[in-house]
């Protein structure tokens, strides 16, 4: 089987490496153009791109499909199948009917839930206790298609994106394998979503990074958990951002219960303990502790290592809009 596959981050590679261990002849990789990376802005090529080019496989990186230029190029390789995964762009629908077997997708969520970018992220960020895994097969929508099979993954509670994308990369990359013959065969026949159920995944902003304390501590770390690799949860301490990468909600009472005590209620914000490697902060309902942060002009660093250099009572701010 010809396959072309499109995808850009660290799931796509995944999956292409599960592609080309199974044997799938993978005549094309089509995935985003390098992007400038860090702070030096080091032209850096896609995750899908370096897995390819592993594998002596073609790489394809255009600005866009909607073209007669791409559709010409795309049939050129008679592809039996075009399989996608993460690639960041929306295939027209002359592009979908070119293989024989249509384009399949690999898509992070158990649609219809979660439509769009961020899946995953999403997925954090609203607290649920799990998400998974759709091979759908694409239609000219946004994760509209029919979806073929789908694997159900439970959320840890102290999981970030990057952790649970690896985990849904790899349950995608299994369960496309275990899919793609039962389609072809027709023993897998497609379903349609469920309209009145969907929900959608836009894009993250860097503006969802910032941390309202006057919200549950568990919505505060699921904030810190679904954006510490991008655009990274922050807060205002002196004047300056600082960057907030790990943090947990507190189960010992005593913090709060001692602070209470000592100085009465706290506000949001309010830096209820600064010392042995803990650092409390108060939320709308209890303390949050923060383990990994990084002040403005530091390093990144453990509370072990900086929580005394924080003072009891004094407030952390939101930041402004």
């Not at 993978?26 to 594998?55: F, S």
């Not at 690999?106 to 799990?130: C, F, M, T």
């Not at 994308?165 to 023993?187: F, K």
């Not at 949050?288 to 942060?293: A, D, S, Y």
């Amino acid at each position: 089987m010809r396959v072309i596959f499109m995808g850009t981050p660290e799931l796509a590679a995944t999956v292409l490496s599960r592609l080309v261990e199974e044997k799938y002849e993978v005549v094309l990789c089509v995935t985003q153009p390098d992007k400038p990376v860090g702070r030096k802005m080091i032209l850096t090529a896609p995750p899908a791109k370096v897995e390819a080019e592993k594998n002596g496989i073609e790489v394809w990186q255009p600005n866009t499909l909607r073209s007669e230029e791409a559709l010409a190029k795309i049939a050129s390789y008679a592809p039996d199948m075009i399989i996608t995964a993460a690639y960041g762009k929306i295939l027209p629908q002359a592009m979908l009917d070119l293989p024989k077997y249509g384009c399949l997708n690999v898509h992070g969520s158990l649609l219809p839930k979660y439509r769009g970018a961020a899946p995953v992220q999403w997925a954090i960020l609203n607290e649920d206790e799990k998400t998974g895994i759709t091979i759908m097969k694409m239609d000219a929508g946004m994760d509209t298609g029919d979806i073929l099979t789908q694997e159900k993954v439970i959320i840890d509670s102290r999981v970030h994106t990057p952790e649970l994308m690896a985990q849904l990369a790899s349950v995608g990359a299994d369960l496309l394998i275990r899919t793609i013959p039962g389609y072809v065969d027709g023993s897998i026949q497609p379903v349609p979503q469920k309209e009145e159920d969907a929900t959608m995944s836009p894009p993250i902003l860097k503006d969802q990074g910032k941390i309202t304390w006057n919200k549950k501590s568990s919505s505060i770390a699921a904030q810190v958990r679904a954006l510490s690799s991008w655009p990274g949860a922050s807060t205002i301490w002196k004047g300056g951002k600082l960057k907030i990468y790990d943090a947990v909600p507190a189960e010992d009472e005593t913090i709060l219960t001692n602070y209470k005590e000592q100085h009465g209620d706290p506000v949001p914000g309010t830096v209820l303990y600064a010392r042995k490697g803990t650092l409390a902060i108060m939320c709308q309902d209890k303390p949050l502790l923060l383990l990994e942060l990084q002040p403005a002009s530091g390093k990144r660093m453990k509370a072990i290592d900086c929580a005394h250099n924080f003072e009891v009572g004094a407030i952390m701010e939101d930041e402004a809009e």
